[in-house]
């Protein structure tokens, strides 16, 4: 089977900016897939090279199978929520709902039948007959999403539509989404910076930066495994440790520190290490197959966690435990003896 | 009969009473009201509603200054002679008649400059670049700093027997036609100067629309015909409304452009209201004319208001 939706060498330029540069990817169809990066990565631009709204300056779009690259917004089965939600002021909220059959001219009793039904999917029962601005922003967002789940897209993409939602509203849409997304089994094609969304709702995510793909896998490869420095820092809070790699000792030297490691780069390589905070242990037990002696330079303590900033010569590392598995919390310039397993440091190539 | 004489401190009371009920009045926001709007009323008072009120009196004069003012209904009865009318002798109603000529010209230099904004201020508000979009309104406004005269005058040498279309017409071999001095003449001056009086406020309407209402549009399968239909249409309203209220009514009062363009037999309503003024002096007559005009365009836009209000409230449902 085709994929949903897939990229060949898709490549926008804007000007002299380029803006998606050359990028491939294949979305299976009824997943979840979310674009991930920092604002500026080009997440947005293929969004809307998928939705029709531009077109690529070289490279193919395709929905199942079918080249779609040249063919209007209009006449492409994916639907697109717009971040602002670009509900239509002058009709009521039935008739924005209602606005896609329109055009593909289902009459008027089977429009509203339908119209209602989406409501209810939604849960804003009876609310036809309102007008755009009566509603909360929840309740515009929701609107939005009825008006493009609507037309059975085979793929509906959504660009940040949790964005101007507080943060509770957000955490129970980022479910009712999911539920409606697994319910339905349609192929969703989702636009964020927040990772912790991402990481959240995703069945896989593309990590884009400077409109190139980094990286594309489940959210937990993409935590555990990251490709590349940029998603290794991009995603969650790590230790980045810039060093060589010498292939005879299998270790990392960076500053003063030779840091076990198993990785197959080339001796003498430019690399990171890459250590979550979550990954280092605080008075490592013997069979630790790594450990280091250093100073406490600062305590966070965030209730269930207690974060500590803690230095070897001039490398700093930040080491997160939870505060009750620690019999004693160390105070600030105490040595301590710290560690990790060698299988915790990913090595990165440094570009 | 016993009479009270009030005690000095039963006055300096009652006094003080009056005096607070005195300066809550002058507090009160009604008033201040009134007091902060004195300077714009009396503004508008005296350079807009005194002459229109001194026209209206002076439509209800005699035409004689000699002998005073009379009152006198004879203007008024000039404009709706009875004979004609009772016996449906309707080329008979002279100034009626030019009346009905002047609105016919003004509905369509309105719908034909409605229909020639559109597309130029959608392009404009919408497709082109952000940076280019005050260049461009500024070289349709630029003409429009010269006089309206020059600009009239400047369609004679194009539109004459011997100018620029029919030089173009003789050329590729046809017929040279009569444009100058038809009712054409006229419309196409009209459209012209008017203009930009659509343009403006309708181009403030199509900058205001935001382009993701045209994108979700497009998106949930409407084509370019639809999008416009559905929501470039009913979203531009209000400033197509302004637009339509302003040319039809510069239309009504145009009489420089019927006389240089039109030819003797193009004159329309408002060169018989200027004719009174400036070649017959019948200034009672001229100021009866232009109220019925006055009220009648009050009463047509009066009534489109309705009409689209009601039809605003019909596409709500």
Redesign the interface.
């Known amino acids: 089977m085709p994929a949903s939706v897939a990229l060949e060498d898709v490549r926008k330029e804007f000007g002299d900016v380029v803006a998606v540069d050359d990028i491939s990817m294949e979305i299976e169809e009824g997943q979840f897939l979310t674009l991930l990066g920092p604002s500026g990565c080009g997440k947005t631009t293929t969004l809307r090279l998928m939705?029709?709204?531009e077109t690529p300056t070289s490279g193919t779009v395709k929905f199942e199978g079918e080249d779609v690259t040249d063919a209007?917004?209009?006449s492409r089965p994916?639907?697109?929520v717009?971040q602002?939600y670009?509900?239509?002021?002058?009709k009521?909220v039935g008739e924005n709902i209602g606005?896609?059959l329109k055009?593909?001219g289902v009459d008027k009793a089977k429009r509203e039948e339908q119209v209602l039904e989406m409501l209810d999917l939604v849960e804003l029962p009876r609310m036809q007959d309102r007008?755009i601005d009566e509603l909360s922003g929840g309740q515009q967002q929701r609107v939005a999403l009825a008006?493009?789940l609507i037309?059975e897209p085979t793929v509906l993409l959504l660009d940040e539509p949790l964005g101007a939602l507080d943060l509770k509203l957000r955490r129970n849409m980022q479910l009712e989404l999911k539920n409606i997304q697994e319910e339905l089994g349609i192929t969703f094609i989702y636009v964020t910076h927040d990772q912790e969304e991402a990481l959240r709702m995703s069945d896989k995510i593309a990590i884009l930066n400077d409109g190139r793909v980094e990286q594309v896998g489940a959210p937990n490869e993409i935590y555990e495994e990251p490709a590349t420095r940029f998603v290794a820092d991009f995603i969650g809070e790590t230790n980045l440790l810039d060093g060589t790699y010498d292939a005879d000792a299998g270790v990392v030297s960076t500053g003063a520190l030779r840091i076990p490691v198993e990785s197959n780069h080339d001796d003498g390589a430019a690399v990171s290490v890459s250590i979550r905070p979550e990954k280092i242990r605080i008075h490592p037990g013997d069979e630790t197959s790594y450990t280091l002696e250093c100073t406490v330079d600062d305590i966070v303590y965030q209730g269930n966690l207690v974060k500590i900033h803690v230095s070897v010569d001039d490398t700093e590392l930040v080491v997160e435990d939870h505060a009750e598995g620690l019999d004693t919390i160390p105070d600030v310039s105490d040595h301590i003896r710290i560690g990790w397993e060698t299988t915790q440091a990913t090595v990165l190539q440094n570009q | 009969m016993t009479t009270v004489t009030p005690s000095l401190d039963d006055i300096e009371a009652r006094l003080a009473t009056l005096r607070a009920t005195l300066m809550s009045f002058i507090g009160s926001d009604r008033i201040k009201g009134l007091l902060s709007l004195g300077p714009s009323i009396s503004v508008l008072g005296i350079i807009y509603f005194l002459p229109i009120l001194a026209l209206f009196i002076l439509s209800f004069g005699t035409e004689s200054s000699f002998t005073g003012f009379e009152f006198t209904l004879e203007h008024y009865g000039d404009i709706f002679p009875l004979d004609p009318l009772l016996s449906f002798n309707f080329a008979d109603l002279l100034y009626l008649g030019l009346l009905a000529k002047s609105l016919k010209v003004s509905l369509y230099v309105t719908i034909v400059s409605l229909v020639l904004s559109y597309p130029i201020t959608y392009y404009i508000g919408n497709r082109v670049q952000e940076a280019y979009r005050l260049p461009l309104m500024m070289l349709i406004m630029v003409p429009f700093w010269t006089s309206y005269l020059v600009r009239t005058y400047s369609w004679i040498p194009i539109l004459s027997e011997n100018g620029l279309i029919n030089g173009l017409l003789t050329t590729i071999g046809l017929q040279p036609l009569q444009l100058l001095y038809t009712p054409l003449a006229t419309n196409i001056g009209l459209v012209y100067l008017h203009l930009p009086f659509m343009i403006l406020p309708l181009y403030a309407s199509m900058a205001g629309l935001d382009a993701a209402h045209i994108e979700a549009a497009q998106d949930l399968g409407a084509t370019r015909l639809r999008v416009f239909r559905e929501i470039v249409l009913p979203l531009t309203m209000p400033g197509a409304a302004a637009g339509v209220i302003f040319v039809f009514i510069k239309s009504t009062a145009a009489y420089v452009v019927p006389t240089l363009l039109g030819g003797p037999n193009g004159i329309l309503y408002m060169n018989v209201v200027v004719s009174q003024f400036r070649q017959t002096y019948n200034w009672n007559f001229g100021a009866a004319l232009s109220f019925i005009l006055l009220a009648i365009v009050l009463a047509i836009l009066y009534a489109a208001q309705k009409m689209g209000a009601s039809l605003g409230s019909a596409q709500m449902r």
């Open positions: 939705a029709g709204f209007p917004a209009y994916s639907n697109l717009f602002s670009a509900l239509f002021p002058h009521t606005f896609g055009m593909r007008s008006r493009a037309n």
